[in-house]
């Protein structure tokens, strides 16, 4: 009797572990990709671009107007700091910063875009100009 009750206790021990290693069964989540791009080969500033890789594989890239430092307006720089310290920096760096900014803007536009779809932001990633965000829908079992 002694070596059934150890041998059963043995498996439900066994099974329970076994049980609590199984992956989680995805119950309709769907991810999808938003990927900002920064393509600097071509020239200085580069070719921006978002582009949105949705679940069954259609892709859509928007490409973003080419931001130089010497088309932003002194004022539109200027209007955009909030404490502004006399001669801190120089007129051209502030409009480059600010054009860098828009990029920036439009980036965090399409994040909102997608957080107010119901997307769930779950790793992001950068390499070099380049900067990668997963996003997943729907329910994951087991969460």
């Known amino acids: 009797m002694y070596k059934i009750t150890c041998l059963l206790g043995l498996l439900l021990t066994s099974s329970l572990a076994f049980a609590q290693n199984q992956p989680a069964v995805p119950a309709t989540a769907r991810y999808l990709m938003l990927v900002r791009g920064i393509d600097t080969y071509e020239s200085v500033n580069g ?5 949105v890789i949705q679940p069954d594989g259609t892709i859509r890239t928007e490409e973003l107007q080419k931001f130089e430092a010497n088309t932003v307006g002194k004022k539109a720089a200027n209007a955009s700091i ?47 100009p380049t900067v990668r965000y997963l996003f997943r829908q729907g329910l994951v079992a087991g969460q």
């Open 82 to 128: 909030s404490r502004f310290a006399p001669d801190s920096t120089s007129s051209y760096t502030r409009r480059q910063r600010y054009a860098q900014n828009t990029v920036y803007q439009a980036e965090v536009k399409k994040l909102n875009e997608l957080s107010a779809q119901g997307w769930q932001l779950v790793s992001t990633t950068q390499e070099g």
């Open 47 to 51: 070719h921006i671009s978002l582009t």
